[in-house]
């Protein structure tokens, strides 16, 4: 007697009888190089402008991936809302490489690197972000609430804040 109906055991299943190809040709033995697959980022070109621009279409897209430069200082000289760069205000990576690095020109205004807004989410990957100087709290970068920022091998040096406008006799006393 056969296998009943809804068995899932009709002609063609149960035990294989023809080429086993756990070990034959049809396999992907071989195959698997162990290397991982390389994140499609987009390539920005060692120019602060350029840098700007990215930044600029990825909040309006979304979100993105940017793949800075290797050997390459981005040289910030403009004042943006306070920052070097436009705030973060969507999911944004930028990954960098051996020697990239965000700087604020030292003969520039003073302002932080970054600012990430409500809402963004910056991850940056093998960067030095340096060179930031506020007033204000994040000499680097300032991460307002409801923002999230991750590091991953990356340095964040020389970089200085400073709470006294806050303290300021301009500012109201506790009620």
């Avoid at 004042?79 to 003969?107: Q, S, V």
Wanted: charged letters at 20%; aromatic letters at 2%.
């Amino acid at each position: 007697m056969g296998p009943g109906p809804g068995t899932g055991m009709g002609p063609g299943s149960g035990t294989a009888k023809g080429k086993d190809t756990a070990k034959g040709k049809d396999t992907a033995k071989g195959k698997d190089t162990g290397k991982k697959k390389e994140d499609k980022g987009t390539p920005v070109p060692c120019d602060a402008d350029a840098l700007i621009a990215a930044i600029t279409l990825a909040n309006a897209r979304g979100g993105a991936t940017l793949n800075l430069a290797k050997d390459c200082t981005y040289l910030l000289t403009t004042d943006i809302d306070g920052a070097g760069l436009p705030a973060i205000t969507t999911p944004i990576t930028l990954n960098g490489g051996k020697h990239t690095t965000i700087e604020r020109a030292a003969t520039t205004d003073q302002f932080r690197i970054l600012t990430i807004n409500t809402g963004g989410n910056l991850t940056l990957n093998k960067l030095t972000i340096t060179g930031g100087q506020t007033s204000e709290d994040g000499g680097g970068i300032f991460v307002d609430a409801g923002g999230a920022l991750t590091t991953n091998h990356t340095t964040i040096t020389r970089n200085i804040a400073s709470l006294l406008a806050a303290a300021s006799p301009t500012t109201a006393p506790p009620a």
